[in-house]
Nanobody, 126 residues
Framework: QVQLVESGGGLVQAGGSLRLSCTASGVTFYTYAMGWFREAPGKEREFVAAISHSGGNTDYAGFAKGRFTISRDNAQNTVYLQMNSLKPEDTGVYYC???????????????????WGQGTQVTVSS
């Protein structure tokens, strides 16, 4: 049974930082590109960042560039999202995703995601 379990969400003030983690089980982790998406209240789920199987390539949404960093530890079956300089508009549920795709940019549409996590809430207060 495949499971993606996110953690690290919470309440933070604007300008603060959070580090999200997602640990996978039931999959051969290193064969999947991994990504993070988020869903704000009343909005559609949107792409945040993705990382290739090896960790050598990354892709970011415009709003994430310069503030968020995605990384992975294949030995720990875990992908991370370091979020700095958080803004109230970053509030939402953050989802981890696993996609068996050849290129990291293929993750961003969400169309090729094979597995989703259950999500972790991030709330940024002003």
């Amino acid at each position: 049974q495949v499971q993606l379990v996110e953690s690290g969400g919470g309440l933070v003030q604007a300008g603060g930082s959070l580090r999200l983690s997602c640990t996978a089980s039931g999959v051969t982790f290193y064969t999947y590109a991994m990504g993070w998406f988020r869903e704000a209240p009343g909005k559609e789920r949107e792409f945040v960042a993705a990382i290739s199987h090896s960790g050598g390539n990354t892709d970011y949404a415009g709003f994430a560039k310069g503030r968020f960093t995605i990384s992975r530890d294949n030995a720990q079956n875990t992908v991370y999202l370091q979020m700095n300089s958080l803004k109230p508009e970053d509030t939402g549920v953050y989802y981890c995703a696993a996609a068996r795709v050849a290129t990291v940019v293929s993750v961003r549409t969400g169309e090729w995601v094979d597995y989703w996590g259950q999500g972790t809430q991030v709330t940024v207060s002003s």
